[in-house]
DNA sequence: ACAATAAAAGATATTTATATCTTTTATTGT
DNA sequence: ACAATAAAAGATATAAATATCTTTTATTGT
């Protein structure tokens, strides 16, 4: 596994494929997400219904329904989906598994970790999950494969 | 978890504390590693026979036997720890978790990842096993609790 | 009202990570 | 040779992450 949870990463790449796919205000349904950024389909639902649940993401039943993103949620620093899913163990925890990460009792790496940890931090809140709308449709980044 | 998984935290952890405690040519015991890094002794057991068949830290069995760590495994840099335990992975894989990591095809935060990714392996690359040891015997940093 | 749609929720299955227990092998000192 | 020691190896066990399948609920258009 990576930096994030698998599960997280699904999220991710939903949430930033939900946001090109609805800019202008239509629905996703899910069976197209999870085509389009390579997940499971039933286990990418769990974690979607889990954000709107949230209310990180919207959804809506029936026809014509599916996933979307409202302008506050466009908004949105990617720090909270990663927050939500894997919670903030990552932007806190101590690298070796301490049960604390202090400067006062530090691991021998704790220096080093604070960095990479706040740079990581800082990179996700200042990230918004409707940035990458333009550069989505260009094709410039991408989602799968 | 965090950024490594629960077992390359003990591997860490572990290296350390046979550093040093063995910097004086002496060996330590699994259940002494164990106790001081507050890791399950038979788990801890199995890593510690992985490296040791890596050749990343040395034992001996027997009466005064135990874990220890040679000139050149003192001198190892953490990557060689990280690689041997959880892969290489957190090095190179796609952060969003793209089956290829590339500028060619990249994700959405690929280039952000690439610096974290980068400040990562430079920093385990450049410590080395052995260089905590007169801090952790001055009590400046841990490795539990 | 009704049928169709699509997410929500519930139940279960599989895989991987983590952990424990037992037996074997190598080494040492007597 | 022998008994004691300690790691290595093997066999299971448990917990957590990941994945699938089924049933229910909300919404829409007719
Ligand atoms: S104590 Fe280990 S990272 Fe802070
Ligand atoms: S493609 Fe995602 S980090 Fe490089």
Redesign the pocket.
């Known amino acids: ?1 990576g930096i994030f ?4 990463e ?1 999220a991710v790449r939903a949430v930033f494929f939900i946001a090109q796919r609805t800019a202008d205000g239509s ?5 197209e997400i999870a085509v389009n950024i390579d ?5 990418l ?2 974690i ?2 889990d954000l ?2 949230r209310g990180i993401i919207q ?9 979307y993103l409202d302008a506050q949620s466009l908004a949105r620093p990617l720090s909270d989906v990663i927050e939500a899913v894997d919670g903030g163990g990552i932007f806190r925890d101590c690298g070796l598994g301490l049960k604390e990460c202090s400067s006062k009792n530090p691991c021998p790496l704790h220096h080093d970790f604070l960095d990479v940890r706040n740079r990581l931090q800082n990179m996700l809140e200042s990230i918004t999950i409707g940035q990458f709308n333009e550069d989505l449709n260009l094709g410039i980044v991408v989602l799968k494969k």
Not at 5 to 8: A, G, H, N, V, Y
């Open positions: 596994m949870s698998k599960t997280c699904y629905r996703v349904g899910i069976k997940s499971p389909e039933h286990f639902a769990k979607l219904q709107s649940r959804s809506v039943k029936g026809p014509n329904g599916g996933f």
